[in-house]
C-alpha cells in the first residue's frame, strides 16, 4: 500500500470538525510518518513497520504521552486508508501505557537559567532564530501555551499593545491569556527582524510554519538537559499556584474545560513546598 501526503490531506478533510491547532497536529504527525515511509523505501503497513517507526521515535526522546498521542493519530489514518482501499485492518498499533503519576514541572531557577542564557545569546549575537527560540520559550513558559497552540499562532493572534495573545484551544475553544514582560520584549525584537509570517508568526527555517517537532528541537538544542514544551506548560501553572494564583485563574489560562483537571497541580505545588520545608527547616527532615 504506497501512501503519499495526498492521503494525509484526503483523510484530514474527514476530521473537518476538528479544531485548527489539532488538525495542524495530525498534519504534522502523518507527514513524519509518510517521510519515515518514503526515506526507508517500506510501503507495506504492517506490524513490524509500525513498530519500527514508533521504536525510531522513542530513540528520538519523545515522551510517553507523545509517543502514544501519535500512536492514536497514525491508527486512526492507517484505518481509513485500509477501509477506503478495502485492505485488510490495519494492525494494531502498541506503544506502551499512559504515563502515571504527577506532571514534573522544571525548577523556576532552571526555568530562569534556560531563558536569561538564551536571551542573553540573542543579545549577543542578534541571531534571527536565537530570536524566534526566545519568543517560543518566553510564551510556552509565559503564558502557558500548549506547543500545538504555539504553532498554530498566527501574526494577527498577537495583540503586543494591549499584551494579550489569541489563541484556539482544544475543540476549537478561543481565550485571550497575558504576554509576560520579557515574552513581549522578546516579540518584539523577533518581528523586528522580519521573520515572522504575514501568516504564522513563527516559521521555521525553510520558511514554512513551525511544527511541534521543531519546536521539541529547538528545545533540545537550547536547554541544559532534557525538557519538554509541555513541562514548561506545567511550571507554569506550578508557578502560578506556589505564588499565590487562584485556582480558577489558572483554570482559564490554561484552557482547562474543568478545574478538575487543573487541580493536578495544587498536588505538584504541594510537593514542592513539602520538598523546600523538608530541606531547609531545621525539622523537616526528622520524623
Known sequence: MELDIGDVGEYL??????????????????????????????????????????????????????????ASVVRGFVSYISSSEGAPAAPRIKVGKAPQGLPKPVPERVVARLL??????????????????????????????????????????????RGFVRVLGKG????????SGPAENALRHYLAEGLGGTGRLFLNRRANPITPRDVRRALQRRAPFAISPHQLRHSFA?????????L?????????????????YTK????????????????????
Request: net charge neutral; hydrophobic share 40%; with cysteine.
Open 172 to 179: 476549537a475553544k478561543e481565550r485571550f491569556v497575558p504576554i
Open 248 to 264: 480558577r485563574s489558572v483554570q482559564e489560562l490554561l484552557g482547562h474545560a474543568s478545574v478538575a483537571t487543573t487541580q493536578i
Open 116 to 161: 536569561d542564557g538564551l536571551g542573553g545569546q540573542a543579545e549577543a549575537t542578534h541571531d534571527p532564530y536565537v530570536l524566534r527560540d526566545l519568543a517560543m520559550l518566553e510564551l510556552l513558559y509565559g503564558s502557558g501555551l500548549r506547543v500545538s497552540e504555539l504553532c498554530g499562532l498566527a501574526r494577527a493572534d498577537v495583540d503586543l499593545k
Open 13 to 70: 478533510r474527514t476530521r473537518a470538525r476538528l479544531a485548527p491547532s489539532t488538525l495542524v497536529t495530525y498534519r504534522s504527525d502523518l507527514a513524519a510518518f509518510i517521510e519515515f515511509l518514503r526515506s526507508t523505501g517500506l510501503d507495506e503497513l504492517d506490524a513490524a513497520v509500525l513498530k519500527r517507526y514508533f521504536a525510531t521515535l522513542r530513540r528520538d526522546g519523545l515522551s510517553q504521552r507523545t509517543l502514544l498521542r501519535k
Open 268 to 287: 505538584v505545588s504541594l510537593e514542592l513546598l513539602k520538598d523546600v520545608h523538608k530541606q531547609t527547616h531545621p525539622h523537616g527532615a526528622e520524623g
Open 238 to 246: 506550578t508557578d502560578l499556584l506556589t505564588h499565590g494564583a487562584d
